[in-house]
């Protein structure tokens, strides 16, 4: 998946040439270790302004050194106290992550509210089939004068018609030749793709990592992706001439970045499917 490696770690593998895709299957095989970030930066986008997309958040390994450096994967406010990401960026303890929500420059330790995880509820049915890369992340106090995001209507799709221009942003990587990653948060519109398309890049033959299209959707062209750093965090629709964002996916996972032929695969959010089967065996912890 566009996983989760620290950031460290995730320039070393890069550097090494090993590639996404064997990344993502043993994150889906095994709970991620403390070393681990998410998914690689945008690819092709642009810095986004203080307070542009306060419901953003970011995920932390606890521990010594700046935000920069412990970030892990995206996130996004969907309740007052409860944060939505992809499920292959929390595979361990609670209570080594803290969530840092409204903070547009990783560093700056003014922006923002940080808070800790009391609990993980991560979907069922995650590696064990293709899809269902999502996660749940409940804080230890409600996040104060930040709106959550807007999620779709279960059962619609309405707002990923093929073709049309979504919105993905992060902290990932942004460069596919030598590792970046940016102390500010970046933003990249990607157009999205049918299911006969995402089908055809992610094959049956991808095992757990195939695309499912009943939980996932793609999106992306050569040139403009979301990358390793970007797991976890939003895609979403603007309503014209208005501040609401409704988030359509959740950066989960993609061969690369922004190559050809290699679009970005997202939790879809409007998935009827995906949330009634959220907590059937539900792993909460």
């Known amino acids: 998946m566009r996983l989760p490696l620290a950031r460290k770690a995730a320039a070393t593998l890069l550097t090494a040439g090993v590639t996404l895709s064997l990344v993502a299957t043993a994150a889906q095989a095994d709970p991620l270790p403390s070393n681990v970030d998410a998914r690689p930066p945008i690819i092709g986008g642009t810095e986004v302004s203080n307070d542009a997309y306060p419901f953003m958040a970011a995920l932390l390994r606890k521990g010594p050194g700046s935000a920069l450096e412990r970030q892990t994967c995206g996130g996004s406010l969907i309740d007052r106290a409860i944060v939505m990401t992809a499920a292959h960026c929390v595979g361990g303890d609670p209570a080594d992550l803290e969530v840092v929500v409204g903070r547009t420059v990783l560093s700056n330790n003014q922006q923002g509210q940080l808070r800790n995880v009391t609990a993980i509820s991560s979907h069922s049915r995650y590696g064990k089939e293709p899809g269902y890369d999502v996660a749940i992340l409940y804080l230890d106090k409600?996040?104060?004068?930040?709106?959550?995001?807007?999620?779709?209507?279960?059962?619609?799709?309405?707002?990923?018609?093929?073709?049309?221009?979504?919105?993905?942003?992060?902290?990932?990587?942004?460069?596919?030749?030598?590792?970046?990653?940016?102390?500010?948060?970046?933003?990249?519109?990607?157009?999205?793709?049918?299911?006969?398309?995402?089908?055809?890049?992610?094959?049956?033959?991808?095992?757990?990592?195939?695309?499912?299209?009943?939980?996932?959707?793609?999106?992306?062209?050569?040139?403009?992706?979301?990358?390793?750093?970007?797991?976890?965090?939003?895609?979403?629709?603007?309503?014209?001439?208005?501040?609401?964002?409704?988030?359509?996916?959740?950066?989960?996972?993609?061969?690369?970045?922004?190559?050809?032929?290699?679009?970005?695969?997202?939790?879809y959010t409007g998935s009827k499917v995906l949330w009634d089967t959220m907590m059937a065996g539900k792993d909460r912890r």
């Open 142 to 267: 409600i996040v104060e004068g930040i709106k959550p995001i807007q999620q779709p209507t279960p059962g619609t799709d309405g707002l990923i018609r093929p073709g049309t221009k979504a919105t993905v942003i992060g902290w990932g990587n942004t460069d596919t030749e030598m590792p970046h990653y940016p102390d500010r948060l970046r933003q990249v519109d990607v157009p999205l793709l049918s299911h006969n398309e995402c089908e055809i890049a992610y094959g049956p033959e991808k095992g757990v990592n195939a695309y499912n299209r009943v939980t996932d959707i793609c999106a992306g062209v050569e040139g403009t992706d979301s990358c390793q750093g970007d797991s976890g965090g939003p895609i979403f629709r603007t309503v014209p001439g208005t501040q609401t964002h409704i988030q359509i996916g959740i950066v989960s996972r993609g061969e690369g970045c922004a190559a050809q032929g290699g679009p970005g695969v997202y939790t």
